[in-house]
């Protein structure tokens, strides 16, 4: 899991990077929740992401957003940490040529800067989201939603009601050609901090069961 550098648009990007030395491996990026919130990507769901990607063969990348740890510059609001993140997939991607394709995770603010690249890069085969803030930010960019993907949410969330989240769930789900696995956690709030072994559970299973995801519908967005 060696310490990585990126370049970033504001400068240094900080990053650890876990390389699976099997040829034409797939790739994964994963991005924490707000920086100015105590995010990093160090974050426990960050992480538990992160490891269950590599379980599966994934060679996997998570980073500081601007601002955060070593990474250079300052918050942007989200517009310049979908820059970031847009940074670190194409140095992911340069390392990995051969990769046939490539996830996004995200827990928090960072599961909203990881459905915005989404919709610019399509070479994004599929998602997991973790408590998609869309009480607080609006997803209404996804007219439509390129790809199928996973989203977890713990149902005592007080941060982010979960009928807020079954409201994008419903929206995306009516779309043609997405399934939209939604995973509610019973007894849990928007940290998971006491179900984070069933958070990793559901997440494992939908990596496995879609390790051969299908190619995106030809109606979402390039760069």
Known sequence: MPDVIINGPEGRIEGRYYHIRTPAAPIALILHPHPQ??????NK????????FVRRGFSALRFNFRGVGRSQGSF???EGELSDAASALDWLQTY??????????????GAWIAMQLLMRR???????????????????FLAPCPSSGLIIHGME??????????KLVTKLSHQRDIKIDFRKIPGTDHFFNDQLDLLAAYADAYIAAHLHPAPRPHHGRSR
């Open 37 to 42: 919130h105590g995010g990093t990507m160090n």
């Open 45 to 52: 769901i960050v992480y538990l992401l992160y490891q269950a």
């Open 76 to 78: 942007d609001r989200g």
């Open 96 to 109: 990995n040529p051969n990769a046939p394709f490539c996830w996004i995770a995200g827990f928090s603010f």
């Open 122 to 140: 399509p070479e994004i085969a599929s998602f997991i989201v973790i408590a998609p803030p869309a009480n607080i930010y609006d997803f209404s």
């Open 157 to 166: 969330d007080t941060l982010v009601p979960i009928d807020s989240v079954q």
